[in-house]
């Protein structure tokens, strides 16, 4: 219980410090918008015949851009949330030289990256919600009622992308130049699960890469429920790849993580950077 | 000396200094291949679905509206200018902020170099960083989906490209001044890029625009350079048949270059007043 009032509290201080920057609030839900969305949609509707996306419809099956879009924002934000808010956000403590004083207190260390999952998932759907409601109100966004059913698979990711997070915090707490690792595997992993095309698409050495990804069945669940795109495999298998692929990231990564903790404590590294 | 060899002389060590900087973070170059070959790569994927894998008619469609069918092509010119502008519009904004951060900004300002000295030797010395972004997608272009534009017709892009830099220095230096009034421009950087990736068909024809956002976009020198380079490089257009666009870029530059002169004048008297330039 003690570590779940912790982890509640480092989630509210996170979210606490992002109200404190009003531009920084406004840009992460726009900046989305106008660098993703918005282009990729107009890019998407160039190739319309008669007002309909007939090749969208012939590579995954439904015509719905805006839905296909939309949807792939979704699993793009939880991978960013993943990576920026949870991982790297350690490292900015550990920049700003509050890690250690935080690794000194008594809350167990993988708290830390639990507490910043809240405050960044919070953060996320509270996004989300706003750029649906853009999106239902400009660009006509449609979904099934079934996007209900997708639910279970997106927690599950959620699960996954902590496992994720785990590795990912090791990784940046060794490293000097964080900003770009995370940058540039934040993109590879978002587009990897399909965020904006269909894996099918990718080169065949990647696709191995993209089914060992939990968030590749979870975009591909998400779609065939809300807007009834193409599966790109049997959804019971989707499933199970999900299942596994998140049952084998979160022990890695917690692995990882404490593996990182003893390297830093022996180095000695824990207030450099 | 005369004050014209000074400044000149004052010109080459601030772009010194700066070439110094960035080889002394070589991870940087890392990143001038890793996005320049995969942020239209993904692009390019992203049009195989929306044109179910090169569909005549869906891609019928886009060349109505983009002027060509060589989808991958148009894509990497597009983000060739998105590059280019991101280093333009963070370029001479950036260096004065960071000059401002570090403290040194007051003392710069107080030395008798031209003002053209901290404002553009930096961006100057971040060409050579622009064109071998410029040589990585082009090879990308080749390696990846085979398109090679034609020795004249690159030639001719380069023409555009050299009478296109003043206005995009023009639009960075507009951006630049606003830090001697507010400091930090990041977060205005990033949605007057924005508007530009939006507004200049950068990444989409700009015939997808509504009617207003395309009058918006024709008073705006990147939508110009863009397209003529895209319509010499692929669709084998003479310098002769944008000569118009290049005129009102042209012309375009002379507007936002006073507008540029007048503002930075303006800011800087009143960061004299206020204490700005070693505020931070």
Known sequence: ?273 | MTRLQADLRAFAAAALKELRITRRYPAMYLGMIFWPVLLPAVWVLMAQAYSGGNDARAVAAFAARAGTSEIAGFVFVGFAMYMWLSTILWGPGTALRRDQMQGSLEATFLTPASRLVPLFAPPMAALPNILLTFGVMGIALWLLFGVVPAPDAAIRAVVITLLGLPAMYAIGTLFAAGVLRYGEIGPVVQIVRGTFVLACGITFPVAMLPAWAQFGAALLPPTYIVADIRAVLLRGFGLADVVGDVLITLGLTVVIAFLAVFLFRALETSARRTGMLSRF
């Open chain 1, 1 to 273: 219980m003690d570590e779940l009032r912790a982890a509640i509290a480092i989630g509210k201080k996170d979210l606490t410090i992002l109200s404190r920057y009003r531009i920084a609030v406004v840009s992460q839900i726009f900046t989305p918008l106008y660098q993703g969305v918005i282009p990729a949609f107009l890019f998407g509707a160039s190739f319309a015949v008669g007002g309909r996306v007939l090749g969208l419809e012939s590579t995954v099956g439904t015509d719905n851009l805006a839905g296909f879009i939309f949807l792939g924002g979704v699993i793009s934000g939880l991978v960013a949330t993943s990576f920026w808010a949870m991982a790297m956000g350690l490292r900015n403590e550990m920049d700003q030289g509050t890690l250690e004083p935080t690794w000194l207190t008594p809350t167990r260390h993988e708290t830390l990256v639990i507490g910043r999952a809240f405050g960044g998932l919070l953060w996320f759907i509270l996004s989300q919600i706003v750029l649906f409601a853009i999106g239902i109100a400009v660009f006509g966004l449609r979904f099934r009622p079934e996007i209900v059913f997708a639910l279970p698979a997106v927690i599950v990711a959620i699960v996954g992308m902590v496992g994720v997070a785990y590795i990912l915090a090791a990784i940046v707490l060794l490293i000097r130049e964080a900003n770009f690792f995370i940058d540039c595997t934040n993109f590879l992993f978002s587009t990897a699960s399909g965020a904006a095309f269909p894996v099918t698409l990718l080169p065949g050495v990647f696709v191995p890469v993209a089914f060992a990804l939990p968030t590749t069945y979870a975009m591909d669940l998400l779609r065939q429920n809300a807007i009834g795109a193409r599966p790109a495999l049997d959804p019971t298998l989707e499933y199970v790849g999900l299942l596994a692929t998140t049952a084998v990231l979160y022990p890695i990564g917690r692995w990882a993580f404490a593996r990182a903790e003893q390297t830093m404590r022996r180095r000695g590294t824990l207030a450099q950077y």
